[in-house]
């Protein structure tokens, strides 16, 4: 009996640790959504892996770290990966063109063990945002 009391000891107590870990949160300091100019990441796609950048997309909100990868998969499709120094995340940012040349920029900010994130889209009225997600309302268990 003391062994089980002991080993249900050990899982709540596991329990509570993984459960707190994955309720931390990365970006509570930002707003729900912001806009951000289309020149924040235009120049990010001439990049070279290994390349430092910093990333100011609004006044609060900045990402610095070092490009892993800018692959051009296609003539109308172009993604970059940055390893984020000051966040514990990668963010993936791709470029797209559709068939009038209009470019659109989409992606994710995501980082392991934290239950939320950033998306990077555009807004019906065309402007391009930056929107906090949740990753447990995304996920279905």
Known sequence: MKKLFTSFTFFLFFAAISNNAAAQRMFDALPETA???PSAVEGLFNLNPGTAVDV???QGFHVTGVVKSNKKVYDNLQTIVIESSNYKANLFISK??????KIKYVGRMLGRGFQDGIELNMD???NNIIKKINL???IVE
């Open 35 to 37: 806009k951000f100019l």
């Open 96 to 101: 797209t063109m559709d068939q009038d040349n």
């Open 124 to 126: 019906n009225a065309g």
């Open 56 to 58: 100011k997309f609004t």
């Open 136 to 138: 447990k309302e995304m």
